[in-house]
Nanobody
Framework: QVQLVESGGGLVQPGGSLRLSCAASTNIFIIYTMGWYRQAPGHQRELVATITGGSTTTYADSVKGRFTISRDNTKNTVYLQMNGLKPEDTAVYYC??????????WGQGTQVTVSS
């Protein structure tokens, strides 16, 4: 199974920026649709953004215009650039790899806290 290792989380002020990275340990990275999900305490995990191997993207309405998902298929890495962060963005962010019929893999999660 593909292994995913996330980094880049931290504490930022409202309006600040962070870039999350997710490195995938697979030689077939190109076939996976990658995604970022987040889970706040007491809430279900929710989709933030996805990106296909061909770099087609989707975003949750709550992050459109502020977050950008991207991938570097030569580095087996997916990124989430988060700008204009709000306190409600505070959550554990998880990297996801999906490919039918291979299924899903998840990263360990990285904490993003937005607070003044």
């Amino acid at each position: 199974q593909v292994q995913l290792v996330e980094s880049g989380g931290g504490l930022v002020q409202p309006g600040g920026s962070l870039r999350l990275s997710c490195a995938a340990s697979t030689n077939i990275f190109i076939i996976y649709t990658m995604g970022w999900y987040r889970q706040a305490p007491g809430h279900q995990r929710e989709l933030v953004a996805t990106i296909t191997g061909g770099s087609t993207t989707t975003y949750a309405d709550s992050v459109k215009g502020r977050f950008t998902i991207s991938r570097d298929n030569t580095k087996n890495t997916v990124y989430l650039q988060m700008n204009g962060l709000k306190p409600e963005d505070t959550a554990v962010y998880y990297c996801n790899a999906h490919r039918f019929p291979l299924g899903d893999a998840w990263g360990q999660g990285t904490q993003v806290t937005v607070s003044s």
